[in-house]
């Protein structure tokens, strides 16, 4: 039984451009929960879905937004990237909201 | 929003004593504790979670402390092995109401051979 998968690893970009995040949730979940690590911080919630619609949203703007696809996965969208957005994003996966939540290994990115 | 706290934000202890993170919370109707392991470049793994609905949980080696009157938790590890070093993060969450988990700054837990 697979955990949660993201792709890709790592991913480098420069100021301005666009990324698109992956993430596969555990085989029985519906619930994807996306967040932000930054070095030596804990994981700032970004948002969450959950049948397909964005449940919740944590304090992000606007250039981040997702998108929860009919088999539950989901992806993670940042437009402008700013050299500030460079971290951890963790993907999680739960049966409906945040107990229990299982981590991906996270992609990370870095802007330069 | 809910606001959690972590302390202390390194921590280092000889092999075979025990080890104790604390956590504050902000919002008095958080009923959901967990906490979660991070080895270096690894992803979070729940170790321990507990409901507001009671005040102690063991598992193991691992155990959490709820006070909620106090809004604080605990995670104690007794018998600590080289294995336990990593980051522990606690988080809070108001499952049924405003729900996301919030999460502390973390601890870098040393074990001391």
């Known amino acids: 039984d697979a955990g949660v998968t993201q792709s890709p690893t790592h991913l480098i970009k420069t100021r301005g451009q666009q990324v698109t995040l992956r993430c596969s949730p555990k085989s029985g979940h519906d619930t994807v929960s996306w967040y932000q690590q930054a070095l030596g911080q804990g994981p700032q919630f970004i948002f969450q879905y959950y049948e397909e619609e964005e449940r919740q949203r944590g304090n992000f703007p606007d250039r981040f937004s997702g998108h929860q696809f009919p088999n539950y996965s989901s992806e993670l969208n940042v437009n402008a990237l700013l050299l500030g957005d460079s971290a951890l994003y963790l993907c999680?996966?739960?049966?409906?909201?945040?107990?229990?939540?299982?981590f991906g290994s996270g992609t990370q990115l870095s802007v330069l | 929003g809910e606001n959690v706290e972590q302390h202390p934000s390194t921590l280092s202890v000889q092999e075979g004593d025990s080890a104790v993170i604390k956590c504050t919370y902000s919002?008095?109707?958080?009923?959901?504790f967990p906490w979660y392991k991070q080895e270096l470049g690894k992803r979070p793994q729940l170790i321990i979670d507990?409901?507001?609905?009671?005040g102690e949980k063991k598992d193991q080696r691992i155990a959490v402390t709820l006070n909620k009157t106090a809004k604080h938790f605990s995670l104690h590890i007794t018998e600590t092995q080289p294995e336990d070093s990593a980051v522990y993060f606690c988080a809070a969450s108001n499952l049924g109401g405003n729900e996301k988990l919030t999460f502390g700054t973390g601890t870098r837990l040393t074990i001391i051979p």
């Open positions: 999680a996966s739960s049966r409906g909201g945040y107990e229990k939540l299982f």
């Open positions: 507990i409901r507001s609905n009671v």
């Open positions: 919002d008095s109707a958080s009923n959901y």
